[in-house]
């Protein structure tokens, strides 16, 4: 819970927040380096339809591994030390990406930086609240930008940098963002086994009040189900439409392919006002089911526009899809405000990740299934329709604040 009287953002904590920036600038620039310059690398490392269908499919589906097993092994190394292993997961990750000379080098690397930007995901909301339980909105609302912004650079910079100098730059520069977010980390913890502190100062301090956690798996909170749900609908929709919407776009209305590439780009930046806004107005409301139901109603309308009405008002059914997003920055603020605990946080953080990106991963497989075997985007757009709905029964679920250790306690 924030604390009634806020410290300064920057008081004793400094290095901290400036560590959780940098990681969140490295949360998604492997998932947007590389698809631009695929056919750079096709001359090298022949990239056939299913080569790069399976490198779509990683990133959800490393964001959802990843976060299965953060949980347990971040109680036993520590935030801190468990965040340090996965940025060393990053940089080689991407360090074995640009010296790939065959497809498996390439997707092992892949994979291997996406579990480490994963692990991240599931770090960072813990990392809030133990840094920053006073300020829990605002410096979520900061790091999910930035977290945007690490999508949209890469996909800005790829195609120059790799027409400038090679595909390998374009891929490998990416670990030196990683290795810099490394530096703050690493000073933190030298200067706290300096200052000795006592075992309050540690993961572990919480202990007493985390007890409800211990011997009951976070899946018997109801409200853990509930966030994950919406986490996922929201991640479902936006993995589905991001993968096949300058399809949809080119069959059914009159766009050019610079057009629906810049539609594209329209879509993915409507993240970045959600991101920043949305965080600090959760952590206000004691209700957060408004904000949910209005990205659900975002989602309906936008869809609802692309299959009644695609080739009027194209734009605005793309902004309004992209409007809906807004549920993953709502989602990442309730992990805090449904946990009383760190253990809780990190506990929730896991299962809501987990749940979220196994669920996501099958959106684009499903939109591409329900395309080939109906013939047309009716199907797909009911599909994306009906999840909506069930995000709307979550945000009615989660209007009140309840917690995930209230709830494993009466069990």
Known sequence: MPHSQPLPLWAGRTIALVGILLVALNLRTAVSAISPITRE??????????????????????FAVSAIFSAPVARRLGLERFLI???GFMIVGHLLRAAAGGYAILLVGSALALVGMGIGNVLLPPLVKR???DRIGMVTALY???ASASAAIPALVAVPVAHATDWRLSLGMWSILAFASLVPWITLLVQRSREKRDTSANDTAELPQALPLRGRPIWQSSVAWTVAIVFAISSFNVYGVLTWLPDILAQTTDTTAAESGALLALYAAMGLPAALFIPVLAARLKNVSPLVQLGVVFFIVGDLGLLLAPGFATTLWVVCIGLGALLFPVCLVLINLRSRTMRGSVALSGFVQGVGYTIASLGPLLVGVLRETTGGWVAVFIMLIASAVIASVGGILLRKPVYVEDQLARR
């Open 85 to 87: 292993l996965a940025i």
């Open 144 to 146: 999910a930008t930035l």
């Open 131 to 133: 840094y920053f339980p």
């Open 41 to 62: 690398i096709a001359v090298d490392i022949p990239l056939d339809n299913v080569a790069l269908g399976l490198l779509g499919m990683i990133p959800p589906m490393a």
